[in-house]
């Protein structure tokens, strides 16, 4: 069982930059795609931004434009430089690395952005 750990979370004031990163304990094979999800206060948990292992990417409306998601070649895990936050992401965000024919999950257990106006 591989285990994700995200890191990069923090508090930033609105218009900051933060850029989260996840480490996998172990070699992941038949990677479909990996990305991150947040879950804010009261809300579900949504998809932030994707990439396949061909490179396409895929972000939610709320932040296209703002934040880049990236896959390190070497630890092949997802990283999400996140620009010009605002309150509103202010969130749990999620490591997702997404494997297998049969489209298994590997998650992380989340790091916290909260973003002050």
């Known amino acids: 069982q591989v285990q994700l750990v995200e890191s990069g979370g923090g508090l930033v004031q609105a218009g900051g930059s933060l850029r989260l990163s996840c480490a996998a304990s172990?070699?992941?094979?038949?990677?479909?795609?990996m990305g991150w999800y947040r879950q804010g206060p009261g809300k579900q948990r949504e998809l932030v931004a994707t990439?396949?292992?061909?490179?396409?990417?895929n972000y939610a409306d709320s932040v296209k434009d703002r934040f880049i998601i990236l896959r390190d070649g070497f630890s092949n895990t997802p990283s999400l430089q996140m620009n010009n936050l605002k309150p509103e992401d202010t969130a749990i965000y999620y490591c997702?690395?997404?494997?297998?024919?049969?489209?298994?999950?590997?998650w992380g257990q989340g790091t916290q952005v909260t973003v002050s106006s």
């Open positions: 990439i396949t292992d061909g490179g396409t990417t």
């Open positions: 997702n690395i997404n494997y297998g024919s049969s489209y298994y999950n590997y």
């Open positions: 172990g070699s992941i094979f038949g990677i479909n795609y």
